[in-house]
């Protein structure tokens, strides 16, 4: 039951998107074509040559009823039509495809970094309330939290590319890399990946922190703890097999909304290290005013968040017995 | 009488919270700076002297791309960024609040807003900022406009859940077994208590919306009128050899050093607010 | 008889935002082998924290202090390090906590939770340990307990769960077993087989039973130590404290048993912050005089092993 109210949000949220997709570029001031090409606050105007114009005109279908292009739109976007990029002249799908897989790798090792990361710290911070290693971990966590991703990422690359040269300041990969082996081109993305990686970790590490840290501090004051300690345990086994098991229950789905923050500054983080994921895509699409490829790429982030939230169902039901069995 | 007390009595424990005090100096020192940007800055942010001036005794922090005096940039930037938090919070909070005391209150309205509130908790914040930035005229009040319908779900959430777990209290249930109305229930017995949450609310979404404001501007969707920090690292980031030379260090880093402080402050007194609401932050035993 | 266990004048003090709390006040108590004492006392007496400062049961960042001394087989616990005292906690000294639905962890296998200690003290590899734990199961008669082992406490019920919290003492072979209000919330019938399987377990062992429960308390102990406001007010033999209750408080306790006529004791039991002067039941006595309000009165023995704390009772 409470699996199938979840799907349904999922499916009524992805049909909210689409909605938002359709209806937008038709409500702005004229018909979206004529609003392409004269955008506010374009510092040029787009020529369209008369083949895009003519691919253009077909996607938005506005000689057709309403009703008809949004039945035309949802249509095209199950057979996975996003429409055509104007900056690229290229399909929309093609190139968010050949981004994914960038954004997914940048995304998937921070997420795994931020939360492995600050769960532990936040877990052993609690643990340890009051005392040194508490405050300490409490205000440094704090203040490198506080640095707005797109600032970190550009202090990187002046202190670790410019000034000490040990990391590339931009990329996913050298250019022009003829790469003699498999290892050579997984170490060369790896060594790529190192800085906007370490950015969206340490922008990102504080909320799971503190979250876990309030989290744990409820679960210290809990019988069970006390019943762990009167069978003869050690605090750092209590606190590992005990405590961050049930201090991460209450916490799994508001942990799963992060990825939506973390969403918005990977946008930032890709722009900084002109890093080719999704959403360098979007600040691209932004500066160039290319409105089919900005709404491919905030549809593709949604449905990834999407994914990430229903990925934290599942690992609340694994962790909590009291759920599994019905 | 009680309200003085209240604060004197609220001020004392604040005190206590040494992250607290410094947060809190840290925000008036940018709050004097907003409030007397005319009298403190050396110039007009946007009288043009000649460009990319290194720092030396004109121009403390040198001159941007197009002339103007970085430092009186710096200052009046923190006009735009603090005006817009501070009013973005304390609308949406109010809006917030105020959904938030109805669904909490009337159980079929709660449910169907819960359901929106919900849909916009699903979709993430920041990209769908930009897509609508995107569509419309880059300004302060379509900004502020965007930031306000993204802001106020999560606030009522929060205090919907707090009202729902008041209303079950002895002197609410005694309020209405005598008959009280249910505008003077909510207004006399649950804002107040909802109104220590709410503070803290206000706070971590103030400092969201400087690093939402703060982002758009960096990625060029901001108000170019009204320049603030985020706007300036914008014009930084894309001058082109803003990474080779020196230029970062009066260009770049002070405006990405006000951003950062600001958001620590708000950081800092959200943390000491939150332990005054939630006494077992603070790290008691409970026995 | 030898003396397993003597406490001598234990204060356990704990600062907090309102006051220092004096949950235990020189307290003087001795258990010997095999013996069954019953800790009696309303709730906020101090009892629990008294069983919990034997085997400083407390958060090594909380900031309680324990003064005293608490000798067992001659070592004196308040001496030991943290991880020598571990070794004593379950192993030598096990506790029962109270309130079963709370003390068992509801994300992991009652099993498991009874075989970690086995595992911990006894050294066993874990397939071992989890096949001993299903015979602690089995001794305090769960049925099917192969089963129950590999079930969640959400899936037992109240009294199941206080036979595994009892299951979890046992593991590891104690010689004392500490029970904080084993029969607290169980009703009737569970709570006088709960009762019975308490005294089958322990009769090789010493036990501190602590309780509020007066009728349970006679089914189980050998002596009764009664305690009031953080201190002992009065000690003696199971039946003595039921035929001849010498404190005021003791007689006011069992006056309020149902089958004496339910007269509760007037007043309420002072809190640990603040603690009245002179007799700290004197607020709430029938009998106090004017020299009660400022004479603290010393635990003195009226005869026969018969411990009061009582200026009634005062010859000097």
């Known amino acids: ?227 762990a300690r009167a069978k003869g345990m050690a605090e750092w086994y209590i606190m590992r097999k005990h405590a961050m098991k049930n201090a991460l229950l209450p916490i799994t789905t508001m942990i799963a909304l992060r990825t939506g923050f973390m969403i918005g500054g990977t946008i930032l983080v890709e722009t900084v290290f002109a890093y080719p994921g999704v959403g360098r895509l979007l600040f691209d699409a932004v500066t160039y005013r290319d409105y089919p490829l900005l709404q491919g790429a905030f549809l593709i982030i949604t449905l990834v968040i999407i994914a990430a939230n229903f990925v934290a169902d599942m690992v609340y039901v694994q962790l909590d017995p009291r759920l599994r069995h019905d | 009488m009680t309200e003085i007390k209240d604060l004197n009595r609220f001020w004392n424990a604040y005190k206590e919270s040494r992250l607290g005090l410094i947060g809190l100096a840290i925000l008036l020192f940018f709050v004097t700076l907003a409030v007397f940007a005319p009298y403190i800055a050396p110039y007009d942010p946007h009288e043009m002297f000649k460009p990319m001036e290194h720092p030396g005794s004109d121009h403390l922090l040198g001159t941007n791309d197009i002339g103007q005096d970085i430092l009186s940039e710096l200052i009046y930037g923190a006009r735009v960024s603090l005006f817009i938090a501070f009013f973005v919070s304390v609308v949406s909070g109010i809006i917030g609040t105020a959904f938030g005391l109805l669904s909490g209150y009337f159980e079929m309205f709660g449910f169907f807003l819960m359901r929106i509130v919900d849909a916009f908790l699903a979709i993430p914040r920041l990209p769908l900022i930009i897509v609508i930035a995107a569509f419309m005229r880059p300004s302060i009040w379509n900004l502020i406009f965007i930031f306000i319908i993204l802001g106020w779900p999560i606030t009522t959430r929060i205090i919907r859940s707090e009202v729902l777990s008041l209303r079950t209290r002895n002197y609410v249930e005694a309020a209405r077994m005598v008959g009280a109305p249910d505008t003077y229930i909510l207004m006399k017995h649950i804002l107040p208590n909802v109104f220590p949450l709410l503070v803290v609310r206000l706070i ?50 002070p405006a990405g050093l006000c951003i950062t402080f600001t958001i620590l402050s708000l950081t800092f007194i959200g943390y000491a607010l939150e332990e005054l609401v939630n006494p077992r932050l603070r790290g008691m035993t409970r026995i | 008889m030898t003396t397993l266990l003597e406490i001598t004048s234990l204060k ?12 235990v006040n020189a307290v003087d108590l001795k258990i010997e082998e095999k013996e069954k004492l019953g800790l009696i006392g309303e709730t906020g007496s101090g009892k629990s924290i008294l069983g919990m400062s034997i085997i400083r049961l407390f958060h090594s960042s909380a900031k309680i202090n324990i003064e005293g001394k608490i000798v067992y087989k001659g070592k004196d616990l308040l001496r030991l390090s943290e991880e020598e005292i571990r070794k004593i906690r379950g192993k030598e000294i096990a506790m029962i906590l109270q309130n079963p639905a709370t003390s068992l962890n509801p994300v992991l296998k009652v099993g498991d939770q009874i075989a970690e200690a086995i595992q911990l003290h006894q050294r066993l590899a874990k397939r071992a340990a989890s096949e001993k734990a299903v015979e602690m199961l089995e001794a305090v008669k769960i049925p099917a307990p192969d089963k129950m082992a ?101 007689q006011g306790f069992l006056n309020s048993l149902p089958e004496r006529g339910l007269k509760p004791i007037r007043g309420m039991s ?35 092993g018969h411990f009061v704390r009582c200026l009634l009772y005062d010859r000097s």
């Open chain 3, 270 to 304: 002072p809190s640990l912050i603040n603690l009245p002067d002179g007799c700290r039941f004197h607020p709430r006595c029938d009998y106090a005089t004017g020299i009660c309000k400022t004479r603290h009165p010393e635990m003195a023995e009226i005869g026969n």
């Open chain 2, 204 to 253: 971590i979404e103030a400092s969201h919306v400087i690093i939402a404001e703060s982002s758009l501007s960096f990625l060029g969707l901001g108000d170019p009128t009204a320049k603030s920090w985020g706007m300036i690292l914008h014009y930084a980031f894309v001058y082109p050899t803003i990474f080779i030379s020196d230029l970062w260090m009066w260009w770049m880093l």
């Open chain 1, 1 to 227: 039951m409470h699996r199938i109210t979840k799907i349904t949000g999922y499916v009524a949220i992805i049909l909210v998107v689409l909605s938002f997709n359709f209806f937008l570029p038709r409500l702005m001031p004229g018909d979206p074509l004529s609003f392409l090409t004269g955008a506010p606050g374009m510092d040029m105007p787009i020529v369209l040559d008369e083949e895009t114009r003519a691919k253009l005109l077909t996607y938005y279908g506005l000689d057709k009823p309403l009703s008809q292009q949004f039945y035309d739109y949802m249509l095209g976007i199950l057979h996975g039509d996003l429409g055509w990029s104007i900056y690229h002249n290229a399909p929309v799908s093609d190139i968010l495809i050949g981004a994914l897989k960038w954004t997914l790798l940048l995304v998937g090792t921070s997420t795994a970094l931020y939360m492995v990361l600050g769960i532990l710290l936040g877990a052993i911070s609690a643990w340890n309330r009051g005392g040194k290693s508490d405050v300490g971990l409490l205000v440094s966590l704090l203040s490198i939290g506080s640095f707005p991703p797109f600032f970190l990422g550009m202090l990187f690359i002046i202190l670790f590319s410019v000034k000490l040269n040990l990391f590339p300041a931009f990329g996913a990969q050298t250019p022009f890399m003829g790469y003699s082996s498999l290892l050579e081109e997984a170490s060369d993305i790896l060594y790529h990946l190192f800085l906007p990686a370490t950015t969206l970790v340490i922008s990102h590490i504080g909320g799971v922190y503190l979250l876990m840290r309030n989290s744990m501090l409820n679960v210290i004051g809990e019988d069970y703890i006390l019943t």
């Open chain 3, 12 to 23: 356990t003090w704990f600062p907090t935002r309102d006051g220092i709390v004096k949950a």
């Open chain 3, 150 to 250: 590999n079930k969640y406490p959400h899936e037992f019920s109240g009294g199941m769960k206080e036979r595994a919290m009892i299951a979890m003492a046992l593991a590891c072979d104690p010689s004392l077993i500490i029970a904080d209000e084993p029969t607290k919330g169980l009703d009737v019938t569970i709570k006088m087989q709960v009762v019975k399987l308490l005294r089958e377990v322990t009769k090789q062992r010493s036990m501190l039973f602590i309780t509020h429960d007066l009728g349970v308390a006679a089914e189980v102990c050998d002596n009764i130590a009664v305690m009031y406001a953080g201190e002992l007010v009065e000690y003696a033999k199971t039946e003595d404290i039921f035929k001849n209750p010498l404190h005021p408080y003791t």
